[in-house]
């Protein structure tokens, strides 16, 4: 099987509220069956949005840029560059950028999940 390669300049820029997502690694971008990376990018001080959760999948959030603070079913923690977060399957959660610098990720998922197929909370959160 040939080596496949996906990369941020062919990937398209998908843009919800309070950051951009690249959906780098995907089943359709490299074949991929139990994992999936969305690069996020958050402005200063912007809050992603809806308070959401993922279907019995596992998001970890690897902090490449930037500082913030994630809230996950009522429980709040600050984070910085070089971290890792842990948003837990089928928890309530949100982040945002408390820094005056874009907040950068990588969002890992096990397995790959799409924003259509989020769980979506009216309440909840900042």
């Known amino acids: 099987m040939p080596v496949r390669v996906a990369s941020l300049e ?22 991929v069956e139990k994992i999936g990376i969305a690069i996020m990018n958050c402005p200063a001080h912007s809050t992603v949005r809806p308070l959401h ?26 984070f910085k560059m070089g971290d890792a977060v842990l948003l837990p399957a089928n928890s309530k959660h949100m982040v945002r ?18 924003p259509t197929s989020y769980i979506l909370h009216e309440s909840g959160g900042w």
């Open 53 to 78: 959760g993922h279907r019995d999948t596992e998001e970890v959030l690897l902090i490449l840029g930037g500082q913030g603070e994630a809230w996950v079913d009522g429980e709040t923690a600050c």
């Open 10 to 31: 062919n990937t398209p820029v998908q843009q919800l509220p309070g950051r951009n997502l690249q959906w780098l690694v995907t089943p359709d971008t490299l074949g």
């Open 97 to 114: 950028n408390t820094g005056d610098e874009p907040l950068i990720t990588a969002s890992i998922f096990s397995p790959p999940t799409t």
